[in-house]
């Protein structure tokens, strides 16, 4: 049984940063694509940074320059840093991943951008 844990999430300021992680345990082998997504209230969760074996990193507009994804390989852990962050963040931050010819979702954590 695979399963992702997360964390990092919580309460910050305004041009604050955090630090997302996430792990994978269990029988995962062949992880393919590693990424982040996140839901606000009454909107659809989105793609934030997404990162390819090799190391390509993708992310929307909204958080380029902001964002940065890495991955850990040899642990199973992808990272999210995630700086300046303004209210607009303000979410719940899901891990994914896809190995094995699956795709795997992590429990969430909560982002909040607040003063």
């Known amino acids: 049984q695979v399963q992702l844990v997360e964390s990092g999430g919580g309460l910050v300021q305004p041009g604050g940063s955090l630090r997302l992680s996430c792990v994978a345990s269990?029988?995962?082998?062949?992880?393919?694509?590693m990424g982040w997504y996140r839901q606000a209230p009454g909107k659809q969760r989105e793609l934030v940074a997404g990162?390819?074996?090799?190391?390509?990193?993708n992310y929307p507009d909204s958080v380029k320059g902001r964002f940065t994804i890495s991955r850990d390989n040899a642990e199973n852990t992808v990272h999210l840093q995630m700086n300046s962050l303004k209210p607009d963040d303000t979410a719940v931050y899901y891990c994914?991943?896809?190995?094995?010819?699956?795709?795997?979702w992590g429990q969430g954590t909560q982002v909040t951008v607040s003063s």
């Open positions: 990162i390819s074996r090799r190391g390509t990193t």
């Open positions: 269990g029988s995962i082998f062949d992880i393919n694509y």
């Open positions: 994914y991943i896809a190995a094995m010819g699956s795709e795997y």
